[in-house]
């Protein structure tokens, strides 16, 4: 036993005197190791960095002219004009022209008809219809704002993406 333990550390020590030597035949490079490569790449990505991350010069521009928009409907009687200033609220989720947006879940309601925006909006408010988003801004309308927001709602134009191409095709048809 004691041979073969003798023999391997032999072999062992024989193996690796070998791999020592042939280390010294492997040709040596320290280009990673290059300290003013090194220096000029670290330039150069600090000189994009700051081009990237400087604050852009903004040109300055004329004045802007503000233009102030009528309202969408013709405010011809009390009613609508107080429907018109309580459907400011409604601006932000349905659109100026009550188009709705998709990405509030908001409906289209421009163009309803004034019994039907009435009948959604007491039944949001009694409870039976459930609204979460309206509950804050329904608290404050009384019956007599309902009935005014409603007769707005109903005199906003009823425009729908793609009506005027689907009419024109329609007539184009009829035509032929």
């Known amino acids: 036993m004691t041979r073969l333990i003798v023999f391997l550390s032999v072999i062992t020590g024989f193996i690796l005197t070998l791999a020592l030597f042939s280390y ?3 040709p040596v ?3 990673k190791f290059d300290l003013h490569k090194t220096e000029v790449t670290y330039e150069k990505r600090t000189e994009l960095i700051h081009e990237l991350t400087a604050p852009k010069e903004v040109e300055v521009v004329a004045e802007v002219e503000v233009k102030e928009y009528a309202p969408v409907v013709d405010l011809n ?3 609508l004009v107080s429907g018109h200033k309580l459907f400011n609220q409604c601006i932000s989720c349905h659109g100026k022209g009550g188009e709705g947006k998709t990405s509030q879940k908001a409906p289209h309601i421009g163009g309803q008809y004034d019994w039907y925006v009435e009948k959604q909006l007491t039944e949001m408010k009694a409870g039976i219809r459930v609204n979460l988003v309206m509950n804050s ?3 404050g309308l009384s019956p007599a704002d309902m009935k005014d927001l409603a007769a707005y709602v109903s005199q906003l134009p009823w425009k729908k993406p793609g009506t005027e191409t689907a009419k024109a095709d329609g007539a ?3 035509v032929k």
Do not use: C, V, W
């Open 24 to 26: 010294k035949s492997l």
């Open 29 to 31: 490079s320290n280009d």
């Open 77 to 79: 009687t009390p009613q």
């Open 172 to 174: 184009a048809a009829a």
């Open 137 to 139: 801004i329904l608290k």
